[in-house]
């Protein structure tokens, strides 16, 4: 990497070279100020693919770390729950999970309470999200209206269980949609726990988009931001969890 991210012996052969974190690899050629500027120019993603040899720059691809605030535990009243799915039917390594972020709303700020990532076919799919609408006691569940999630609205109303389901349609391609609630993201609208089973995993994903392995969690993120987007949260309904 031109710009050394942490301390390291290099050997090759009997020759050896140690450097230190932030030390410039070669500054006769390009000093660290140079190499600022090409970041700005080039952007985070493009320098660390050029430069720090590294596809994926530490701070994120979209958004960086940082952004998210932290709760050690969520409040105790909200005023409204939503769960926002990303469906997918087919078990097995090789197929996308199905995903179920559930957030909690307060004051402006969205708290991420859980997040569920399982690989499950239809039917025992169809039971986990009306199990987990009402453990969490859920007002709104957000769902993709197309391929598996177009059938799982369709049959969750035609059942009557009482999940109160919002179709939604995607509009624009994945990067796009992302893009466009990063701010939201930077502005400290979401909140995240300090510790949670679930956390590295989707943290690494959100980092990683868009050259993730996987964006299961990243959809589901992003689909409940876009919706929540020009919506205020209800005042008048507390809800306790």
């Given at each position: 990497?031109?710009?050394?991210?942490?301390?390291?012996?290099?050997?090759?052969?009997?020759?050896?070279?140690?450097?230190?974190?932030?030390?410039?690899?070669?500054?006769?050629?390009?000093?660290?100020?140079?190499?600022?500027?090409?970041?700005?120019?080039?952007?985070?993603?493009?320098?660390?693919s050029q430069y720090q040899q590294r596809p994926v720059p530490q701070?994120?691809?979209?958004?960086?770390?940082?952004?998210?605030?932290?709760?050690?535990?969520?409040?105790?009243?909200?005023?409204?729950?939503?769960?926002?799915?990303?469906?997918?039917?087919?078990?097995?390594?090789?197929?996308?999970?199905?995903?179920?972020?559930?957030?909690?709303?307060?004051?402006?700020?969205?708290?991420?309470?859980?997040?569920?990532?399982?690989?499950?076919?239809?039917?025992?799919?169809?039971?986990?999200?009306?199990?987990?609408?009402?453990?969490?006691?859920?007002?709104?569940?957000?769902?993709?209206?197309?391929?598996?999630?177009?059938?799982?609205?369709?049959?969750?109303?035609?059942?009557?269980?009482?999940?109160?389901?919002?179709?939604?349609?995607?509009?624009?391609?994945?990067?796009?949609?992302?893009?466009?609630?990063?701010?939201?993201?930077?502005?400290?609208?979401?909140?995240?726990?300090?510790?949670?089973?679930?956390?590295?995993?989707?943290?690494?994903?959100?980092?990683?988009?868009?050259?993730?392995?996987?964006?299961?969690?990243?959809?589901?993120?992003?689909?409940?931001?876009?919706w929540r987007r020009g919506r205020k949260p209800p005042k008048y309904?507390?809800?306790?969890?």
């Amino acid at each position: 990497p031109a710009i050394a991210e942490e301390e390291r012996e290099y050997r090759i052969g009997t020759f050896a070279k140690f450097r230190k974190a932030g030390e410039v690899l070669h500054p006769e050629r390009e000093d660290a100020r140079m190499l600022d500027e090409l970041k700005r120019e080039l952007g985070s993603r493009a320098f660390a693919s050029q430069y720090q040899q590294r596809p994926v720059p530490q701070d994120g691809e979209m958004v960086r770390r940082e952004w998210f605030r932290r709760h050690s535990t969520p409040p105790e009243t909200f005023s409204r729950i939503v769960q926002s799915w990303d469906t997918g039917i087919k078990v097995g390594a090789a197929h996308d999970p199905s995903v179920c972020i559930t957030f909690g709303e307060k004051d402006g700020e969205a708290f991420v309470l859980d997040v569920t990532v399982v690989r499950a076919e239809y039917p025992d799919l169809r039971r986990m999200v009306t199990r987990t609408a009402r453990e969490y006691g859920a007002d709104v569940v957000l769902m993709e209206d197309k391929a598996s999630g177009q059938s799982l609205i369709q049959d969750i109303r035609w059942q009557g269980e009482g999940v109160p389901v919002v179709p939604v349609m995607p509009v624009q391609d994945k990067v796009t949609r992302f893009a466009a609630i990063s701010a939201m993201i930077e502005a400290g609208m979401v909140s995240v726990p300090v510790e949670a089973v679930w956390l590295a995993a989707f943290e690494t994903e959100v980092m990683g988009f868009p050259n993730a392995r996987h964006d299961d969690q990243v959809d589901a993120l992003s689909q409940y931001l876009n919706w929540r987007r020009g919506r205020k949260p209800p005042k008048y309904r507390i809800r306790t969890l």
